[in-house]
């Protein structure tokens, strides 16, 4: 099985992906690793690029993690996932990073308003939302026994954009 694991930045991809991997055997491909960051390259990469890259170190049983992961139209990608993870926590997260205060609220911004989701669903029919905010071993317990068994994890339920005015007024 191919999976694509996505999220806005800050979701826990790495994180679960490394650990998902772990616990089937199946080999990571972190997108990330094939870009050379603080370049140009890394702001202008195509996703025509990104779908090669993937293409490129692609193998049975992979899961692809990205931000842009879900954007890969490789036709080989058996599953989607978008990792979700309340905008509250998230800005914590990003903080922690050092990301800049635009950053922070743009990404805040595109989770609270599902963003990755809707342009996953838009490119893919075979797409599942997972939460990630607090209990990293549930995630990680609901993605394994998706994959194992094929039994759809609890619907995702959460309206995030109860927050876009708690953001807000966070970037001032």
Known sequence: MIISLSGTPGTG???????V???LGYSVIELSDFIKHGSELEASVSLNELNNIAKSKLKENSIIISH???MLTLGKIDL???LRCNPLKLIKRLKKRGYSKSKIYDNAMFEALDGTY???TE???NVIQIENTKNLNLTIKQIVSFIETGKKPNKF???YSKYLLDIEKLSY
């Open 21 to 23: 991997a772990k616990r």
């Open 118 to 120: 809707i342009e996953a």
């Open 13 to 19: 991809k790495s994180t679960v992906g490394d650990k």
């Open 157 to 159: 339920n959460k309206d």
């Open 123 to 125: 490119l893919h029919k």
């Open 80 to 82: 989607f996932i978008v």
């Open 68 to 70: 842009l992961a879900h």
